[in-house]
């Protein structure tokens, strides 16, 4: 079975810094996906940025990039010029790419992000 | 604003109640989902519906009930709930089982 595992439970960075979320899975499967969301207070659950193991780029959605090690099994976030709207609790999630009830999402136990003005 | 609409936002029921709640999007998706999110807790998957037929059920309870009448709706009936079923459901949705999630702002659920 996969997991997902984040380390730190909560986080905090000053506003305009750059802050990383750590992330690592265990997986012996080789097609996969790799997700961060974020849960802000409002509560809908958003998608921040994914990635495909196949590929070896790094993901990047303006402020926000990830650190893919597919051999070190680790999926880090940087956020980049945090904004006060960053503050919430993010999730990394994995998703097998092999079908059938494995596309169900494996979700970390969250990091709650704060952003200090 | 969520392309998932998900009602009431808010639910305080008694454990004799019976309610339902209630999920709409109208992207064309095909595979429609509910988890339980406990408080600091990442979701739970709970039913997966893909082209409207229960695909998932992550062995719930029977006093959860789900129903999909057709694409763009997905219900959750709640008879006989206890406490312990007091959380955040939220709904997803997504084009098919292998793309990206779209969820709802979640529904409040207390069972007094």
């Known amino acids: 079975a996969q997991t997902v595992t984040q380390s730190q439970p909560e986080m905090s960075v000053q506003e305009a810094e750059t802050v990383t979320l750590s992330c690592t899975y265990d997986t ?3 097609d996969y996906y790799l ?6 207070p409002s509560r809908q659950m958003i998608l921040v940025i ?8 790094n993901a990047t959605e303006n402020r926000f990039s ?14 980049s010029d945090s904004q006060l709207g960053d503050a919430a609790m993010y999730f990394c999630a994995y998703r097998s790419d092999s079908g059938g009830s494995n596309y169900k999402l494996t979700f970390g136990k969250g990091t709650l992000l704060t952003v200090n003005p | ?13 008694g454990m004799t109640n019976k309610k339902s709640l209630k999920c709409e999007q109208h992207m064309g998706h095909r595979a429609m989902y509910w988890y ?8 739970e998957l709970m039913f ?6 229960l695909s998932i059920n992550e062995s719930v309870p029977s006093r959860f009930s789900p129903e999909c009448p057709n694409s763009s709706l997905l219900n959750l009936h709640l008879h006989a709930l206890q ?5 955040l459901y939220l709904c997803a949705s997504n084009v098919r089982e292998n793309s990206p999630l779209h969820f709802g702002n979640g529904t409040r659920l207390t069972v007094t």
């Open chain 1, 50 to 57: 994914r990635q495909e193991a196949y590929k070896q780029q």
């Open chain 1, 35 to 40: 997700f961060w969301y974020k849960q802000p």
């Open chain 2, 36 to 43: 339980k999110q406990k408080a600091k807790k990442p979701p």
């Open chain 2, 1 to 13: 604003d969520t392309e998932v609409t998900q009602t009431p936002k808010h639910l305080v029921m």
């Open chain 2, 83 to 87: 406490p312990e079923d007091s959380a």
């Open chain 1, 66 to 79: 990830v650190n893919f090690q597919k051999a070190a099994k680790s999926f880090s976030l940087k956020i």
């Open chain 1, 28 to 30: 012996s499967e080789s």
């Open chain 2, 48 to 53: 997966v519906y893909s082209y409207e037929k």
